[in-house]
């Protein structure tokens, strides 16, 4: 557990290189990132949290996507790394990027956004969370991981593995869950933010991803001047999970070539 102003998080950091900040989706943990740190921490340093509410983090009753990224700024400097870093997100991951590109400009090196999506919420889609928010608390995480399971993989994945990550996600704390259900509901618009971003940029998107669909991250590389997209065509919205070695191989790829 690594102490930040206002609350503890679990972190798992490994490898030695530069840095690399692999940031987990909603309601996940940093451990759908494993496969694909191991492939990388070679060269890489691998530095991989539970956002608070999620995995062995402690949850607090609100969260805000704010919130979250100031977390992996007081993260960093708790762990003495003051290097600009190499954000990758996943879906909430990739939202929090943007916040952070936005707050934390110069600790910032380039971004990896994955299945993620650059818009507010929409009325509809608000309540829709809030709900979510609410049924979590009644009953359990598992009432907002039951309602998304069917989406998170591509159709056809093993239902051991499917199985599996239906549990992680089932043990995050509901508190955690709710308040970043609601997080994601208050969420800023990050559309503005796409031709201000001015740093190397990796856009992965799953090409059966039904949560944030194809067409999604399109529009993402399309508004970040410079940026490369990427395809992964047998993955969901989990690439990192369903296709390690292709995401680590791409990665790889990409990282290699940043600027020095
Ligand atoms: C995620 O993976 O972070 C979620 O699918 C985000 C969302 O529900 O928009």
Do not use: K
Not at 88 to 114: C, D, K, N, P
């Amino acid at each position: 557990m690594i102490s930040i102003n206002s609350t503890q998080l679990h972190c798992d950091s490994f490898g030695d290189g530069p840095p690399l900040l692999l940031v987990h989706g909603f309601p996940l943990t940093g451990e759908m990132w494993h496969g694909v740190s191991l492939r990388l921490a070679h060269r890489w340093r691998c530095i991989i949290p539970d956002l608070r509410g999620h995995g062995r983090s402690p949850a607090i009753a609100e969260v805000s996507i704010a919130r979250f990224s100031d977390d992996l700024a007081e993260l960093l400097d708790a762990l003495g790394e003051s290097r600009p870093v190499v954000l990758i997100g996943l879906s909430m991951g990739g939202i929090i990027g943007f916040e952070f590109f936005r707050r934390y400009r110069a600790r910032l090196r380039a971004l990896v956004l994955t299945c993620t999506r650059a818009n507010s919420e929409s009325p509809e889609g608000a309540a829709r969370r809030e709900a979510v928010a609410e049924a979590v608390l009644r009953e359990g995480s598992r009432a907002a991981v039951d309602a998304m399971i069917e989406n998170v993989f591509a159709p056809g994945t093993p239902t051991p593995l499917r199985a599996y990550w239906h549990s992680v996600m089932c043990a995050c704390p509901p508190f955690g869950v709710a308040a970043a259900a609601r997080a994601l509901a208050g969420r800023a618009d990050s559309r503005p933010t796409l031709p201000q971003i001015d740093i190397p940029t990796l856009v992965i998107a799953g090409a059966r991803d039904s949560i944030t669909p194809v067409d999604t991250l399109r529009e993402i590389h399309a508004g970040i001047r410079g940026s490369r997209l990427e395809i992964i065509e047998s993955a969901g919205h989990v690439p990192p999970i369903e296709a390690s070695a292709e995401f680590a191989r791409i990665l790889a790829e990409f990282l290699d070539a940043l600027p020095a």
